[in-house]
């Protein structure tokens, strides 16, 4: 017991685009209480959005160099390049963390990131205390991540070896069957029908039993998600995975990201319109980064799933600060980007004089 003891725990958050993984990170952040914890980000795309927001958290305590960005990939692709050397340095610290967190990707799969603590450089150092997957309540009733269960399940029993057609529902199923916690978020856009019916459902692709747990705004108290000493890095036969049969190995080729340079904008509102216009006309699934407003002081801030956006002004521009601003945005494979582009980086004072 004294080197399971010895090991550092490590939560491993997990969810689909704009689920709500990093407002959950940021509230564990606040609540810290003066913890050691350490945070890895991994994003989809070039442009590390995730970091930059929890950095600007403003959390006394939260330094930046325990915020670790990993951009140049899924961290299920990566792991023996990116995220093992990772693991070692935060172990070798002079005052390493009493925690760590990792925030992983919409769009990765999380069992061979649980398989990687199995390596010997970090199997007698660490355990994966638990695995929170985070869900998107509303998204999950309107079956935008999801087959249909009930078909699904039907299948399932009249073939195990069925494959998904939908590579949106293999990840989204694979997020839950990695779960030890299932946070369903945004509960207050739904009813209490809805969310009986959203959990419901839930359970019938749940693999096993996992508790699952209403949360608005990300707000759940850290003594439920940290500490539930799950050791799932021993306990991978039950946390069944569509990818199982590739050793771990996946291609990300059906998903595509890219950055569009954005100028300045007249108005918050126009611009969040302007967003949820380019996103029903080419099907985007998420758009998420920064801008700055004409007479306003302070930085935008834009996160999107869909077209549900959510915004705030985040910190104060420096007089050193580009005026212009940078959005992720992320889809099925296929994205016009030419004309998305062409549509997010036009001149608002030119478009609105035309």
Not at 121 to 137: C, E, Y
Not at 148 to 163: F, I, M, N
Request: net charge negative; aromatic share 4%; charged share 25%.
């Amino acid at each position: 017991m004294t080197g399971l003891a010895a090991r550092v725990p490590v939560t491993i958050i997990t969810g689909f685009l704009g689920a709500g993984k990093t407002t959950l990170l940021r509230h564990i952040l606040q609540k810290a209480q003066g913890h050691r914890i350490a945070v890895v980000v991994n994003e989809f795309g070039s442009l590390g959005i995730d970091g930059e927001i929890l950095r600007g958290c403003g959390v006394e305590g939260c330094r930046e160099e325990d915020i670790v960005e990993l951009t140049n990939g899924c961290l299920c692709c990566t792991v023996a390049d990116d995220f093992l050397p990772t693991m070692e340095a935060l172990l070798d610290r002079a005052d390493p963390p009493e925690h760590v967190v990792i925030e992983t990707s919409g769009l990765a799969l999380p069992k061979p990131l649980l398989k990687a603590f199995g390596w010997p450089t970090v199997r007698s150092r660490m355990t994966v205390d638990g695995v929170i997957t985070v869900l998107d309540a509303p998204a999950v009733a309107s079956g935008r991540f999801a087959d249909d269960p009930e078909a699904v399940a039907k299948q399932r029993e009249a073939d195990p070896s069925l494959d998904h057609d939908n590579p949106l529902a293999e990840v989204f199923e694979d997020q839950l069957n990695a779960a030890d916690l299932i946070v369903l978020n945004k509960t207050d856009l739904l009813d209490a029908a809805q969310l009986d019916a959203v959990e419901a459902e839930i359970k019938t692709l749940c693999p096993r039993p996992v508790r699952i747990i209403r949360a608005q705004d990300g707000k759940v108290d850290p003594s439920v998600l940290l500490g539930l000493g799950a050791q799932a890095e021993a306990d991978l036969q039950a946390r069944p995975s569509h990818h199982d049969a590739e050793d771990g190995e996946h291609e990300h080729d059906d998903f595509e990201s890219f950055v569009v340079t954005v100028p300045e904008q007249l108005s918050v509102e126009r611009f969040l319109t302007l967003l949820q216009d380019v996103a029903t006309r080419y099907d985007v699934l998420r758009m998420k980064g920064f801008a700055t407003v004409q007479g306003k002081p302070m930085r935008l801030a834009v996160q999107g799933v869909g077209t549900r956006f959510r915004h705030e002004f985040d910190r104060a521009l420096t007089p050193q600060d580009s005026r212009t601003g940078r959005i992720v945005v992320i889809g099925q494979k296929g994205l016009d980007e030419a004309a998305i582009t062409a549509a997010l980086a036009v001149d608002p004072a030119s478009a609105s004089a035309g």
